[in-house]
């Protein structure tokens, strides 16, 4: 099971990324774009994704993912903590600020973390 605060350091430890609160729910952003959404006390993390990743998502574990409220148009998967595998949805937070940063911030991404990703498309 990952935490709310587990998910905070993953979210934080990433070039750029700094938190802050909207809509009552902790943010995370690299410069001022949104990359993930924590809401600690209902045990859930709404994170930026393609459709077809969100799909994916859903399909393997529809207990833990679901399409986002508002965002899930535009891709964003809603993730419940408690049932996450904690090594795949740190793979979904670093695809999520991925899909955010610039290049430039990108490039400043620490090996470590690099190696959790998937394969860049194309």
Do not use: C, N
Request: hydrophobic share 45%; glycine share 8%; proline share 7%.
């Amino acid at each position: 099971m990952v935490t709310g605060d587990t998910l905070r350091a993953w979210a934080l430890e990433l070039p750029e990324a700094h938190e802050e609160e909207t809509w009552g729910a902790a943010t995370f952003r690299v410069r001022a774009k949104i990359f993930a959404i924590l809401r600690a006390e209902d045990g859930v993390v709404s994170v930026k994704a393609s459709p077809v990743d969100q799909a994916e998502l859903i399909a393997g574990d529809p207990r833990t993912y679901r399409v986002a409220s508002h965002v899930g148009r535009f891709g964003w998967v809603e993730v419940s903590l408690a049932g996450g595998d904690p090594t795949e949805l740190r793979s979904v937070l670093l695809e999520a600020w991925r899909r955010t940063a610039p290049r430039r911030v990108q490039s400043a991404l620490p090996d470590h973390l690099r190696a959790l990703l998937p394969a860049p498309p194309g």
